[in-house]
């Protein structure tokens, strides 16, 4: 089967990862992205797209109020894009420079049998790519991935096309009553398992791409307050390439400290995956409604007003992280596997078993 995920970029290297699930079950699968990951995740087949993603457009957006750069939720279940004047002028201006780029790739484009709209775009704000595609008699699946769904909301009229929607954000059970989550898809045999309080003193790590979502006052209070009483380092990682800060994670963390707050999403994402399946034990707040889903889970839970306890009874028994560190590693082969991922959504699409999905 030839599948297309379509996305702004490989967003924490998720559409990237289904693609490499169904290259290893056997499908001819290509991930087209608007730009080039700026944090250094695999890319494939990159348009480089007018006014897709430069520093100044950034600038721009944010003072004419376009797009997702808002921190609030929108209301509504689901939440709706309702676009301003300027944001209307905005897309219909950008959907006539992508459409007549994209134009000479419309029959490479139109040559799958299934497709993956992540964040729930497709190419052009208007839908027209995804109308064609609809009339082609072609599967289509919607991925909501992250903010985009709390931040833009939902686009009525490219969402009504799609089959099915997914998501690997929990809470959007919330705001979305048609969602059906999976699990992020994750690449785990990447990792290898690192031994972990190897040396002098331990290391925790915080590692945010955005510190308001993560929590991160909370987190360098608690350090601040807790190093007058032990001798341990703590490292803030921001503003690296993706390598650089797996090797940091790989060499130098014992601990992670993921996020505290529930504003970014419940629980944790690529952060926690990475240092999970390195072994490496992670904190993060785990929110009544998750832990009930979640049941059994490696994470130990902290938020912003414990934090503080939390970290001081590590470093009061280091050793509690040794067990933690076992059970991290196993809990992600388990419940993350990409394969099993793809698999699973794959089924639903199509309607029957992944025994039964031709993959030639």
Known sequence: MRILHIASENVAGVPGTLVKAERKMGHYSRLMTYFRSPRSHWDDIVLNLPFSNTWSLRGLKKTAKVGTYGFSQKKGNPP??????????????????????????????????????????????????????????????????????????VLPHIEELADIIFTTEFDHKFIHPKVQYVPFPFEVDKFNKKEILKNNKLTIC?????????????????????KDKFDFNFLLIENKPHEEVLKIKEQKCDVLVDQLTDFGGFGYGMNSMECLSMGIPSITYINPQYEEFLKVH???????????????????????????????????????????????????????????????
């Open 298 to 360: 490696p994470f130990i839970n902290a938020n912003k007003d414990n934090i503080k306890e939390v970290l001081e009874k590590i470093l009061t028994n280091p050793k509690i992280l040794l067990e933690k560190s076992t059970e991290s590693r196993k809990w992600v082969v388990s419940e993350h596997n990409y394969i099993n991922v793809s698999k699973f959504m794959l089924e639903k699409i199509l309607g029957r078993r992944s025994s039964q999905i031709d993959s030639d």
């Open 80 to 153: 709706r894009w309702d676009p301003k004047l300027t944001e209307k002028i905005f897309y219909l201006f950008r959907d006539s420079l992508w459409d007549f780029q994209i134009n000479p790739l419309k029959r490479f484009i139109f040559s799958f049998d299934c497709y993956f709209l992540d964040g729930g775009l497709g190419f052009l704000r208007k839908g027209k790519i995804v109308n064609a595609l609809k009339k082609m008699n072609k599967k289509i699946a919607i991925l909501y991935l992250g903010s985009d769904l709390r931040a833009r909301g």
């Open 206 to 226: 915080h590692a945010p791409t955005k510190r308001h979502l993560k929590g991160t006052e909370y987190v360098l209070k608690a350090v601040n307050e807790l």
